[in-house]
């Protein structure tokens, strides 16, 4: 089974910048679409954005469009997530997931996850 391994969180003020990283144990990692989701205390995981596998099309919430970057490097076998311009409102748990799915999937049960990364961002 795939390991999914999170990094790069943790806390910042309002406007500042996080890159997040995902790396796989996975031998096969460019042949997935690669998503991240977050999630808030007592909400429920949601999407941020997906990237395919080539890392040619990318898909992103509305609510992270013009903010959130995400990209891949397949020689590496690691997804990132830069983050410009956080609010307080993106605090959360950040889940790297690994697609179940061929296509730019937004559900998080087309995913299997790892274990999150804290980002809290103070105003």
């Known amino acids: 089974q795939v390991q999914l391994v999170e990094s790069g969180g943790g806390l910042v003020q309002a406007e500042d910048s996080l890159r997040l990283s995902c790396v796989s144990s996975g031998r096969t990692f460019s042949s997935y679409v690669m998503g991240w989701f977050r999630q808030a205390p007592g909400k429920e995981r949601e999407f941020v954005a997906a990237?395919?596998?080539?890392?040619?099309?990318?898909r992103y919430a509305d609510s992270v469009k013009g903010r959130f970057t995400i990209s891949r490097d397949n020689a590496k076998n690691t997804v990132y997530l830069q983050m410009n311009t956080l609010k307080p409102e993106d605090t959360a748990v950040y889940y790297c997931g690994e697609a179940v799915t061929p296509w730019l999937a937004t559900t998080p049960e087309s995913y299997s996850w790892g274990q999150g990364t804290q980002v809290t961002v103070s105003s």
């Open positions: 990237i395919s596998s080539s890392g040619g099309t990318t």
